[in-house]
């Protein structure tokens, strides 16, 4: 891989790389060893195959409208606008949609972070300092660091915060998988395939641990050699060949430990008595609260031009200091409410990973083709059909039990 791409490298690692890889234990108790290895496999891999599929379709829309760079939104708008005729009634709505869609993964997701940071803090200041406190008063104490944090604004300041994250959760996960390793390993009783009620959420549990899709055109965009970006060993295939590598790893070996006890994170399975497992939770945490700055990068681009336009210009720094001061109260108030790891998780592998990282992405390539470029006997076609139905599938069946999961806590 080219020097010159080893920031957009850290980019698209960190953009995937967060509390979805502690899930994946969890993930391969939903999905059986034998199964989980496989079913993880051929998930990054088709994931990969969605995010060329976008970036391949907004390039070529580049190339064909002479422009040099477009956002999710609008490689959409400019794909909708120039296709068939039965879809450009639609390009307003398909651009708006996906904006609205990746502002709500982007804020679920953060919420997600913060339930994870709060949980992590409140089991070491637990054993550390006897403090029963109850999660949702950490919650609302990392209001103050994610005021200062979502304050950044530029991507290329947020590369640093983002290297030290993504090494502070590569250490935790070395840390953990040490406690994995240093104890034998009972095979006989963990499970080697899924029930089927179970399948939804293996396959929520590991798209959510793998998708970025949001970070992906904004990453290559900012690359002054976007050819780096798909070429073969290439910035997404490096990345995702890394990312699939330690996130089979972390959960076959994470299950084969725990078992039926895994829980929604696997840093919380480490014993709480140990110096080093509580450095472990602190690692995490802290890596997953300094890279929030770049989780949030993608949403508050898209809410502020809507804003700015309604400001005059001496009111455009103080227009900006508030949307993000407000973003970050909503995110703590939503985290209060909810604050559960595990149906987060599904309900953002569900409903926001099945229809941004699948989809989406699927309709694109298929509308740009229309009608004469599927290849011999419309393969291409039949495989994204193939695909669009099978992202259908996730949303419904997973966001339903996803739903149901939130529901069960109130009761």
């Given at each position: 891989?080219?020097?010159?791409?080893?920031?957009?490298?850290?980019?698209?690692?960190?953009?995937?790389?967060?509390?979805?890889?502690?899930?994946?234990?969890?993930?391969?108790?939903?999905?059986?060893?034998?199964?989980?290895?496989?079913?993880?496999?051929?998930?990054?891999?088709?994931?990969?195959?969605?995010?060329?599929?976008?970036?391949?379709?907004?390039?070529?829309?580049?190339?064909?409208?002479?422009?040099?760079?477009?956002?999710?939104?609008?490689?959409?708008?400019?794909?909708?606008?120039?296709?068939?005729?039965?879809?450009?009634?639609?390009?307003?709505?398909?651009?708006?949609?996906?904006?609205?869609?990746?502002?709500?993964?982007?804020?679920?997701?953060?919420?997600?972070?913060?339930?994870?940071?709060?949980?992590?803090?409140?089991?070491?200041?637990?054993?550390?300092?006897?403090?029963?406190?109850?999660?949702?008063?950490?919650?609302?104490?990392?209001?103050?660091?994610?005021?200062?944090?979502?304050?950044?604004?530029?991507?290329?300041?947020?590369?640093?915060?983002?290297?030290?994250?993504?090494?502070?959760?590569?250490?935790?996960?070395?840390?953990?998988?040490?406690?994995?390793?240093?104890?034998?390993?009972?095979?006989?009783?963990?499970?080697?395939?899924?029930?089927?009620?179970?399948?939804?959420?293996?396959?929520?549990?590991?798209?959510?641990?793998?998708?970025?899709?949001?970070?992906?055109?904004?990453?290559?965009?900012?690359?002054?050699?976007?050819?780096?970006?798909?070429?073969?060993?290439?910035?997404?295939?490096?990345?995702?060949?890394?990312?699939?590598?330690?996130?089979?790893?972390?959960?076959?070996?994470?299950?084969?430990?725990?078992?039926?006890?895994?829980?929604?994170?696997?840093?919380?399975?480490?014993?709480?008595?140990?110096?080093?497992?509580?450095?472990?939770?602190?690692?995490?945490?802290?890596?997953?609260?300094?890279?929030?700055?770049?989780?949030?990068?993608?949403?508050?681009?898209?809410?502020?031009?809507?804003?700015?336009?309604?400001?005059?210009?001496?009111?455009?720094?103080?227009?900006?200091?508030?949307?993000?001061?407000?973003?970050?109260?909503?995110?703590?108030?939503?985290?209060?409410?909810?604050?559960?790891?595990?149906?987060?998780?599904?309900?953002?592998?569900?409903?926001?990973?099945?229809?941004?990282?699948?989809?989406?992405?699927?309709?694109?390539?298929?509308?740009?083709?229309?009608?004469?470029?599927?290849?011999?006997?419309?393969?291409?076609?039949?495989?994204?059909?193939?695909?669009?139905?099978?992202?259908?599938?996730?949303?419904?069946?997973?966001?339903?039990?996803?739903?149901?999961?939130?529901i069960e806590i109130y009761k």
């Amino acid at each position: 891989m080219h020097c010159r791409t080893i920031g957009s490298f850290i980019h698209i690692i960190k953009g995937s790389l967060g509390t979805g890889i502690m899930a994946m234990p969890l993930a391969f108790k939903n999905g059986g060893l034998i199964f989980g290895s496989i079913g993880t496999v051929v998930i990054c891999a088709l994931y990969a195959n969605f995010v060329h599929l976008l970036v391949n379709t907004s390039q070529k829309a580049c190339k064909r409208s002479q422009v040099p760079m477009l956002g999710f939104s609008a490689t959409a708008k400019d794909v909708f606008s120039n296709g068939p005729p039965a879809v450009r009634p639609y390009t307003s709505y398909a651009s708006g949609f996906i904006d609205s869609m990746m502002v709500v993964d982007s804020f679920l997701t953060a919420c997600l972070y913060i339930v994870f940071i709060a949980k992590s803090l409140q089991d070491v200041l637990r054993y550390q300092l006897q403090l029963d406190w109850d999660t949702r008063i950490y919650i609302v104490l990392l209001l103050i660091p994610l005021l200062i944090i979502v304050q950044v604004r530029k991507l290329k300041h947020l590369v640093p915060f983002t290297a030290i994250a993504s090494g502070l959760i590569v250490t935790a996960i070395g840390i953990s998988l040490y406690f994995i390793f240093s104890a034998e390993f009972d095979l006989s009783s963990k499970a080697m395939w899924p029930e089927w009620s179970n399948l939804p959420s293996f396959i929520s549990t590991v798209l959510f641990a793998i998708s970025g899709i949001n970070t992906v055109l904004p990453v290559e965009n900012n690359m002054k050699h976007p050819k780096y970006f798909l070429r073969p060993f290439g910035v997404m295939q490096s990345a995702f060949g890394c990312l699939t590598v330690l996130y089979a790893i972390t959960g076959f070996f994470g299950y084969a430990q725990y078992g039926e006890d895994t829980k929604a994170s696997i840093t919380l399975n480490l014993p709480s008595d140990n110096g080093w497992a509580q450095s472990t939770r602190l690692f995490s945490a802290m890596g997953i609260l300094v890279s929030l700055g770049f989780s949030l990068y993608v949403p508050l681009e898209i809410l502020w031009p809507h804003i700015a336009t309604r400001l005059a210009p001496k009111r455009q720094n103080c227009g900006q200091i508030t949307m993000r001061s407000v973003l970050a109260v909503a995110m703590v108030l939503t985290a209060f409410v909810v604050p559960e790891i595990e149906p987060l998780i599904g309900l953002l592998g569900s409903f926001s990973a099945a229809s941004l990282s699948i989809m989406f992405p699927v309709a694109l390539d298929v509308i740009f083709r229309w009608p004469d470029e599927f290849g011999r006997w419309r393969w291409l076609l039949v495989k994204d059909a193939v695909l669009w139905v099978f992202g259908l599938f996730v949303l419904i069946v997973g966001t339903y039990f996803s739903i149901l999961d939130i529901i069960e806590i109130y009761k």
